[in-house]
């Protein structure tokens, strides 16, 4: 069996970045399993797993647009404070959360609050990397139709999330 999409597919992974970096990996967030083909990890990412067998390792450096997007300074902009629906206690420099821009679910970052204006970053923190992507492919299995509906992995205890 080969890494293909509709696979659930596990590889344990080092992520860096051009300076070598370390930035994510298994040794502390654990082996990870996703579902091949639904861009859950980054496109170069995932092409660069496709067509492994378990065992097989994969050391590549993804160029940004492949990895985490390029930097776009219009995901950095400034609304009023009054739009946005978040406690005073908790709106401060650093919180981070998800907001539909432009129809798209995307990662926020609040860069800073002033003047009745909050400015947010929608980038990517990882946006503008080339990114230097080590991992091996631990295991291979067909997704479950359950988790082809669901779009992500479910353990073997079966359904187990909140969502
Ligand atoms: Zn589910």
Same mark, same amino acid.
């Given at each position: 069996m080969t890494v293909q999409n509709n696979?659930? %597919?596990t590889i344990s992974y080092r992520l860096e970045d051009a300076d070598g970096e370390l930035l994510d990996s298994s040794e502390e967030n654990g082996n990870l399993p996703?579902?091949?083909?639904?861009?859950?990890?980054?496109?170069?990412?995932?092409?660069?797993?496709?067509?492994?067998s378990v065992g097989d390792? %994969?050391?590549? /450096?993804?160029?940004?647009?492949?990895?985490f997007g390029e930097y776009d #300074?219009?995901?950095?902009f400034a609304v009023a404070r009054d739009q946005i629906n978040i406690?005073?206690?908790?709106? #401060? /420099?650093?919180?981070?959360?998800?907001?539909?821009?432009?129809g798209e679910l995307r990662y926020c970052r /609040?860069?800073?609050?002033?003047?009745?204006?909050?400015?947010i970053?929608?980038?990517?923190?990882?946006?503008?990397?080339?990114i230097h992507f080590q991992a091996q492919v631990l295991?291979?299995?067909?997704?479950?139709?359950?988790?082809?509906?669901?779009?992500? %992995?479910?353990d073997e205890h079966g359904h187990h999330h909140d969502h």
């Open positions: 696979k659930v %597919v996703y579902i091949h083909g639904t861009e859950f990890l980054a496109p170069g990412i995932e092409e660069s797993l496709a067509g492994k390792r %994969v050391d590549t /450096v993804v160029p940004a647009a492949k990895a #300074q219009e995901l950095l406690d005073n206690d908790d709106l #401060q /420099v650093g919180l981070e959360f998800e907001a539909e821009i432009h /609040v860069e800073d609050v002033s003047g009745g204006e909050v400015k970053n929608a980038n990517h923190p990882l946006a503008g990397m080339d295991e291979i299995r067909d997704a479950t139709p359950e988790e082809l509906d669901h779009g992500h %992995v479910h």
